[in-house]
């Protein structure tokens, strides 16, 4: 069996690496130092780490101020919380203001199993989509998500980086390039085949079921969109118009999320006619279970994935 | 020049900085009169006799900041940027019309001598502290001055910012609160009781000094005080009368966020001579 990460520790990796290149690399937490993978960088550079306490409107708001002086903040926190609940806050302070201050959002998703719906993130895309001047990424796995930090690192913008609980499947090489705004095809089909559009761990189930209809002779492309916001359009623009046959996957409500973001895109500039299905979670809450038990209800799974590409053939 | 020589001038620049605000907000026909000239003396002692600023080097490394968490006040501010020379007294003016630098309220971008973008209360205070932290750490001398309103300490993201200054010691912070006792809908005792702020402060760990905002000795008096060296971050309540200068603004809530008419811009004018 291959080993399983989750991404937030490819984050806590990552946020490291990057701050032993550049000093004004900040961390701040709201008591959550653990969970959000912090615990080394507090005690590796106590003068750059600050803990706020269970207070996330202070967290983003220090963390604009922090960079108002040149510095670069990592505010963490989970996603229900942050943005979840300071969303005028990282409005106001970071994105009008433009500040390059990266709002990282652990726990999100349905991913997040036992806690229950209270804790599992489903919106935060959403809320970080509409703003101007935000970035947004979410990385599929343990390396990407390491990448993915010293990445944003390196930018001038807001941004928001989407990370999960859950150990999952690694499916990119640390060999992979990783860039910002651009998307990465982690799976070539043969022409006129389906394209599958994913982001999160949710892609290594996108991968099952590719390799299990290749048994049946269907073919899929799948494109990890790491980020969507800016939309890699060019890439997206150039497979749909190929197949015409778009699935997109990613465990966040259907409104507003990556599928959302494909589909204002696809309405306007594909010019040949073409089919898609949005699969996430439909105007739900998520609930308590295992990963592997919410995914089979919400049907988010590989089983699910070959059935909707199986209709979307037909 | 004598201590009551440079209150005189002071005070002097105040009249000028408040017939300005008048101006302005009649010119933009809307905007917030009563907060405004309220701390206009607060404002003025400032940026004439406290801050560390520079209009021809606005983003010196080694500047005091000056974080508006209130941002509906902004023409007071701007009011006094401009007397102090950062832009030229015509650019008021253009306060709230189209594609002025001027916003409605403060947006750093429109105007980069502002430290920060400001308008939605409760989240000055936050991002004074990551400032004044930086700094600290960085162990530079800089001064950091947040002026707030008292209504805005009815968010819980004020309160939060405070512990976070008594937590991490900013003894570097110094927040002025215009203590004028309204705010849009009647009086703060009304609306939600904020009692004795003093107290309040002083329970979570602050220095603290009451004023009368309006009396620019005490005012200047104050600002002294606060840069004699402390362990902690330091609060001036300043009481202030909300409309100050223009009698029939004076204390009446109403003028949180009225323009003045041509005719009550005549009246008002006239009593600021």
């Avoid at chain 2, 107290?199 to 200047?220: A, C, H, P, R, T």
């Amino acid at each position: 069996m291959k080993e399983l990460k989750a991404t937030r520790e490819g984050f806590g990796e990552g946020l490291l690496l990057a701050a032993k290149q550049n000093t004004a690399i900040w961390a701040l937490t709201a008591d959550l130092a653990s969970s959000t993978g912090l615990l080394e960088f507090s005690k590796e550079y106590p003068e750059r780490f600050v803990e706020v306490g269970v207070a996330e409107q202070n967290l983003v708001t220090v963390a604009s101020g922090l960079a108002a002086t040149g510095k670069i903040p990592f505010a963490t926190s989970f996603a229900v919380f942050s943005p979840g609940r300071n969303w005028e806050q990282i409005r106001t302070t970071i994105c009008y203001n433009n500040q390059s201050v990266k709002i990282i959002g652990s726990h999100a998703g349905l991913g997040v199993g036992e806690d229950g719906a209270t804790h599992q993130a489903l919106e935060d895309v959403a809320l970080m989509r509409v703003l101007p001047n935000m970035d947004v990424i979410v990385p599929c796995d343990f390396i990407q998500a390491k990448k993915a930090t010293i990445a944003i690192s390196k930018t001038k913008k807001p941004t928001y980086l989407r990370l999960t609980r859950q150990k999952s499947q690694i499916i990119t090489k640390e060999t992979d390039k990783f860039e910002i705004g651009k998307a990465q095809i982690l799976r070539k089909g043969q022409k006129d085949t389906v394209i599958i559009i994913g982001c999160g761990p949710l892609l290594a189930e996108a991968l099952i079921a590719a390799e299990e209809l290749k048994k049946e002779k269907i073919s899929c492309t799948i494109i990890n969109l790491h980020t969507i916001k800016p939309l890699d359009e060019q890439t997206i623009l150039t497979l749909a118009k190929k197949t015409g046959k778009i699935i997109t996957i990613e465990d966040h409500q259907i409104v507003g999320g990556l599928g959302s973001a494909i589909s204002e895109l696809l309405s306007e500039k594909l010019n040949v006619k073409y089919k898609m299905k949005i699969m996430g979670v439909e105007n739900k809450f998520g609930e308590s279970g295992t990963p592997e038990e919410l995914y089979e209800k919400y049907k988010l799974n590989s089983k699910y994935i070959k059935q909707e590409v199986k209709k979307i053939l037909k | 020049m004598d201590k009551k020589e440079v209150v005189n001038l002071l005070n002097l620049q105040a009249k000028k900085i408040r017939q300005n605000i008048i101006k302005m907000i009649h010119e933009a026909k809307s905007g917030h009169t009563a907060g405004s000239l309220g701390m206009t003396d607060v404002f003025t002692a400032l940026y004439f006799s406290f801050l560390n600023v520079n209009p021809k080097k606005p983003k010196d490394p080694d500047r005091d900041y000056l974080i508006l968490s209130n941002g509906h006040i902004c023409p007071g501010l701007y009011a006094t940027l401009a007397a102090r020379g950062f832009f030229k007294e015509q650019e008021l003016f253009t306060l709230r019309k189209f594609e002025s630098g001027l916003q409605g309220h403060p947006h750093r971008e429109s105007l980069p001598e502002l430290e920060t973008t400001s308008g939605p209360l409760g989240s000055g205070l936050s991002q004074a502290c990551g400032i004044a932290l930086s700094l600290k750490r960085d162990k530079k001398n800089n001064k950091v001055v947040c002026l707030m309103s008292d209504g805005e300490h009815d968010e819980g993201n004020t309160w939060e910012a405070i512990m976070f200054a008594h937590k991490y010691h900013l003894d570097n912070l110094l927040v002025i609160v215009d203590r004028n006792r309204i705010q849009i809908d009647g009086n703060t005792e009304q609306i939600m009781p904020l009692g004795s702020l003093r107290e309040k402060y002083l329970s979570f760990g602050w220095g603290v000094i009451d004023i009368n905002g309006n009396d620019m000795q005490e005012i200047v008096n104050a600002l002294q005080r606060a840069t004699i060296e402390r362990e902690k971050p330091l609060a001036i309540i300043a009481h202030t009368t909300p409309g100050k200068g223009v009698k029939f603004m004076e204390h009446d809530y109403n003028w949180h966020g009225r323009a003045p008419n041509e005719e009550e811009t005549k009246r008002a004018l006239e009593l600021l001579k």
